[in-house]
Structure formats: C-alpha cells, structure tokens
C-alpha cells in the first residue's frame, strides 16, 4: 500500500479498522459522533467528526484538503488571466471549421429527421383535406344532375 504525506497510513490504522470500511466512535456523553474513513482518491485514513450543536461534519483528508485549496488558487490566478484566454481560443476556432461543418451537417440531418414525423403528418393532413374537397364537389354535381334529371323525367 502507497504511504501518503499528510495522512495516517493505512499501516498505522489498518489494525483497528476493518478492510475498506470504517471504524465508528460514538461519545456517549456528548452524542459526539466520529467515522475513521479512507480516502477514495488517495488511499489514506482519516478522522471525520460530527458536531451535533452545529449539525456539521468536520475532519477531511488532508492531501485532499490541499489539493482542493490549490485548485482554488489556481482558479483565481486564471480569472485575472480571462482575456489572455479568450483571445488563444479565438485564435484555434478557425482550425476547427472543417469540425464546425461536420457537426452542424450532422445536427441538422438529426433534427430534420425528429421533425419530420410531425411535417409529413400535416402535409398528410392537408392533401385528406383538399382530396375530401374535390370528392364532395364531384358528389354534389352528381347528385345535383340526378336530381335534374329526376325533375326532367316528371
Ligand atoms: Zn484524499
């Protein structure tokens, strides 16, 4: 197993705590709840804390701790660096036109193809509507003939 700076190692803890669980400290006069757990990221054991009057967790892996302190830093150096930024993608965008033609080809055909159940239906719907029309007509000049021919026989 890795030793990991910062952190209890596993050697030292592995005795009191089972494999890949944790080990459960609960104080009975204070109802103070504390869990030994291991750190998915970095192999190492630490002690979390229940504080019940502020209804909090506390303790965590300290590698993780600075790592996440240094992402913080990092990202901060970055915000004052956004123009320097914008203008390295504003630079790369034109490599990419060839993409940019692909993927829109591709969007297109996909969203042609959702809509176009719901297009053939009205078009569908139109021509039922103007075939009804003519039917009607040429059913109405025939009827209209029958009945004049009717009136011509009496
Ligand atoms: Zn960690």
């Given at each position: 197993m890795k030793k990991t700076e910062g952190c209890p190692t596993l050697e030292q803890t592995s005795e009191a705590v089972p494999p890949g669980g944790s080990r459960y400290i609960v104080?009975?006069?204070?109802?103070m709840r504390s869990e030994e757990l291991r750190c998915a990221k970095h192999g190492c054991w630490y002690l979390r804390t229940y504080i019940k009057t502020l209804a909090v967790w506390t303790g965590r892996c300290e590698q993780c701790g600075a790592e996440e302190e240094q992402e913080l830093q990092a990202r901060a150096l970055l915000e004052k660096r956004k123009g320097e930024l914008r203008a390295k993608v504003e630079d790369l965008l034109p490599n990419y036109e060839a993409q940019v033609r692909e993927q829109t080809e591709k969007d297109v055909a996909a969203y042609t193809a959702s809509i176009r159940p719901d297009f053939e239906a009205e078009v569908r719907r139109r021509l039922w509507e103007q075939l009804h029309g003519q039917i009607e007509t040429e059913e109405l000049a025939k009827l209209v003939a029958e009945l004049k021919s009717a009136k011509g026989a009496n």
């Open positions: 104080d009975e006069a204070s109802g």
